[in-house]
């Protein structure tokens, strides 16, 4: 069983910035992904970035260049950092740990995003 703890979201005013972190604890050996995604209300819950073991990243095309996922230096603890926040990326933020060989995720609690324009 893995447990994530998800902190960092607030209300930020457009052109602002934010960063998520995300923890992970329990059974991590396994998991080879850690993933942020991000749901708006009535919109389905979608990609925004994810982190390989090996380091290497990923990003939805509408986050490029102004999100930057990252590890800390104990490797169960991840970032997003978002800048230049616009009101389109408010969301709840959902931190996700991936096995890509079972192609089984595990979910935190998620944390609010509210951009103002």
């Known amino acids: 069983q893995v447990r994530l703890v998800e902190s960092g979201g607030g209300l930020v005013q457009a052109g602002g910035s934010l960063r998520l972190t995300c923890v992970a604890s329990?059974?991590?050996?396994?998991?080879?992904?850690m993933r942020w995604y991000r749901q708006a209300p009535g919109k389905q819950r979608e990609l925004v970035a994810g982190?390989?073991?090996?380091?290497?990243?990923n990003y939805a095309d509408s986050v490029k260049g102004r999100f930057t996922i990252s590890r800390g230096d104990a490797k169960n603890i991840v970032y997003l950092q978002m800048n230049s926040l616009q009101p389109e990326d408010t969301a709840v933020y959902y931190c996700?740990?991936?096995?890509?060989?079972?192609?089984?995720?595990?979910w935190g609690q998620g944390t609010q995003v509210t951009v103002s324009s």
């Open positions: 996700n740990a991936y096995n890509t060989r079972s192609e089984f995720g595990y």
């Open positions: 329990g059974f991590i050996s396994n998991i080879n992904e």
């Open positions: 982190i390989s073991s090996g380091g290497s990243t």
